[in-house]
């Protein structure tokens, strides 16, 4: 990867995916660029006519927001010891980031913090990520707001089922996977017995692939219990197991402008406590 790029919001949640591109970069030995994007105003004509001065006091509250989230994006990007490039735009920030982010190799994107809610699944919850994944071509980094950003990259789980979308996230994380000390190929599967030879096979055929890139992957069939969804095992067994971070394709759909994530993606984001790249 040669660059990353740091998404950011007036209202952004956390610093947690500030510190996960800069170890991102650091990784990768990537440029950052930091894209902050302020949404335009609309100012009514009766609050115009009444203060003469309305524009220069409101560039000027933006010109603080700004400085605060650069001083903010500054203090949590040195521990990695990555510089970054500053970019500052104005507008609807699903359009302006969904258009900088097909000209760079991954970005990043905050999450809210919803843990422990299974209830979050509503379209309109994560505004952002949606059409990124849809419509950026890019992979993209989602980092919840209380990810504690200790490492990144080191241990990797990939979540792999053959699909399209699995490959593509598969072959976008392969600079990150090349790097990692671990990486597991989960592949869920609704039964295991002694004669299922197949999820073996199917994981014997990408592990040679990956190796052909110099990345060493061990394949792990998992049986989905009874009464559980898929994003459950896959969150439990990246806990359970140290990961630092989900690798997935992820599914959808567009409803006019609205971008519905598949339902084990959106499991998966709504609830993960480690950043997770989605791919579509």
């Given at each position: 990867?040669?660059?990353?790029?740091?998404?950011?919001?007036?209202?952004?949640?956390?610093?947690?995916?500030?510190?996960?591109?800069?170890?991102a970069?650091?990784?990768?030995?990537?440029?950052?660029?930091?894209?902050?994007?302020?949404?335009?105003?609309?100012?009514?004509?009766?609050?115009?006519?009444?203060?003469?001065?309305?524009?220069?006091?409101?560039a000027?509250?933006?010109?603080?927001?700004?400085?605060?989230?650069?001083?903010?994006?500054?203090?949590?990007?040195q521990?990695?010891?990555?510089?970054?490039?500053?970019?500052?735009?104005?507008?609807?920030?699903?359009?302006?980031?969904?258009?900088?982010?097909r000209?760079?190799?991954?970005?990043?994107?905050?999450?809210?913090?919803?843990?422990?809610n299974?209830?979050?699944?509503?379209?309109?919850?994560?505004?952002?990520?949606g059409?990124?994944?849809?419509?950026?071509?890019?992979?993209?980094?989602?980092?919840?707001?209380?990810?504690?950003?200790?490492s990144?990259?080191r241990?990797?789980?990939?979540?792999?089922?053959?699909?399209?979308?699995c490959?593509?996230?598969?072959?976008?994380?392969?600079?990150?996977?090349?790097?990692?000390?671990?990486?597991?190929?989960?592949?869920?599967?609704?039964?295991?017995?002694?004669?299922?030879?197949?999820?073996?096979?199917?994981?014997?055929?990408?592990?040679?692939?990956?190796?052909?890139?110099?990345?060493?992957?061990?394949?792990?069939?998992?049986?989905?219990?009874?009464?559980?969804?898929?994003?459950?095992l896959l969150?439990?067994?990246?806990e359970?197991?140290?990961?630092?971070?989900?690798?997935?394709?992820?599914?959808?759909?567009?409803?006019?402008?609205?971008?519905?994530?598949g339902?084990?993606?959106?499991?998966?984001?709504?609830?993960?406590?480690?950043?997770?790249?989605?791919?579509?």
């Open positions: 990867m040669k660059e990353i790029l740091l998404c950011l919001e007036p209202t952004t949640p956390s610093m947690a995916h500030v510190r996960a591109a800069a170890w970069a650091a990784l990768q030995g990537a440029r950052l660029t930091v894209l902050f994007v302020q949404p335009e105003r609309d100012i009514p004509l009766a609050v115009r006519l009444q203060m003469k001065d309305v524009d220069r006091v409101l000027l509250s933006d010109r603080e927001i700004a400085d605060k989230a650069r001083d903010l994006t500054a203090a949590a990007v521990p990695a010891g990555v510089g970054y490039h500053w970019v500052e735009a104005a507008g609807l920030a699903e359009e302006i980031m969904v258009r900088r982010s000209t760079t190799d991954l970005a990043v994107v905050a999450l809210p913090s919803r843990e422990g299974k209830g979050a699944d509503e379209p309109g919850a994560d505004p952002l990520i059409p990124l994944v849809m419509h950026s071509g890019r992979p993209i980094l989602a980092v919840p707001a209380n990810a504690a950003i200790t990144f990259g241990r990797v789980v990939v979540c792999w089922d053959g699909g399209r979308e490959s593509r996230a598969l072959h976008d994380a392969l600079p990150i996977l090349q790097k990692a000390k671990s990486v597991d190929l989960l592949m869920v599967v609704h039964q295991l017995s002694e004669g299922d030879g197949e999820p073996i096979e199917f994981g014997s055929s990408v592990r040679s692939h990956l190796a052909q890139h110099g990345v060493s992957a061990e394949a792990r069939a998992v049986a989905l219990p009874v009464g559980r969804g898929v994003d459950d969150l439990d067994w990246a359970n197991n140290a990961a630092d971070l989900i690798v997935m394709g992820a599914f959808g759909r567009s409803r006019l402008r609205e971008i519905v994530l339902s084990v993606t959106h499991g998966v984001i709504s609830r993960s406590r480690i950043p997770v790249l989605l791919s579509h």
